[in-house]
């Protein structure tokens, strides 16, 4: 990975996001992991063998195109594998769609339209979110938008840097099987076990990462650096994934909201631990002190990265 590469790829995402309707890798490993999963369930048992040979036949697929297709456009010129190395990285970021998917939840709460608040955010939550009053949805807002400032941007540029497109497709690959197929109820508890595991390792770093950005980029924000680390370290833990709290914890503390608590999936309330402390409830000025929050962070791994690799 090339410093003008990283910062190319970074950049089309900040400019475009990932418009409707243009060919996407993701969209291809999601259809792979559909009919793979169709043929292993009814080909082999028990479940979670079948889960494990699902990991590992998506991964392979995913790597070998996407090292063979860099190859082939590395036949026809240097500046092609370069494009295409560029599209392949950019599909991996998710900064700009992010913060554009949950601007429509926030635009509809100030619009007061609560039905369309709710619809915009079962697009970019798992839970049900029929009967979620304004706070409710808010809050919800605010948790995905911290949990996936490390699974839809920081975790793939950290993979960028490592192994440039092809390990950032690997990571997508592993996080795509753990949003189709990772589910904790029965139709997925053990054909799903292999692909949630892996996504947990995955993110270990990232994470942690994720959540020490938040704290940095509190201080310059004029948030709660000191509280962000405070309730990182007393709440990170919490979290039934050994991830997904620590980004959580991090922005509860600097926004000063207690985020997290009861909710419904699949018909089902899960009672979630909180973060934070319940200073205040979460408004909208939240949500944009949360945005700042995640542009900035970025920016700060970002402008590591780039050193790191013109330093190489």
Known sequence: MSAGLFCAILLLD??????????????????????????????????????????????????????????????????????????????????RSLHRESRLVIDDLEAGDLPGARQALSQIVGRETGSLDEEAILRATLETVAENASDGVIAPLFYLLLGGPV??????????????????????????????????????????????LFVSAAFPLKLNGWEALRIMRRDAGKHASPNAGWPEAAAAGALGVQLGGPATYFGQRIEKPTFGDADQSPQIIHYRQLIKLLYLSTSLFAAAGLLLLVLL
């Open 14 to 95: 900040l400019l475009l996001g990932d418009p409707r309707g243009w060919p996407h890798p993701i969209i291809l490993i999601g259809s792979l992991i559909e009919r793979l999963e169709r043929w292993l369930r009814d080909t082999v048992q028990p479940a979670r063998f079948a889960g494990i040979l699902l990991v590992l036949l998506c991964l392979l697929g995913t790597g070998v195109s996407a090292a063979l297709l860099l190859k082939l456009a590395g036949v026809f010129s240097g500046w092609f594998a370069w494009l295409v190395s560029l599209w392949l990285g950019w599909s991996c970021l998710a900064l």
């Open 167 to 212: 390990l950032g497709l690997l990571y997508k690959a592993a996080s795509t099987l753990d949003s189709m197929v990772g589910y904790k109820h029965d139709e997925y508890r053990d054909f799903g076990w292999a692909g949630a595991r892996l996504d947990d390792l995955l993110n270990l770093i990232p994470a942690r990462l994720t959540a020490l």
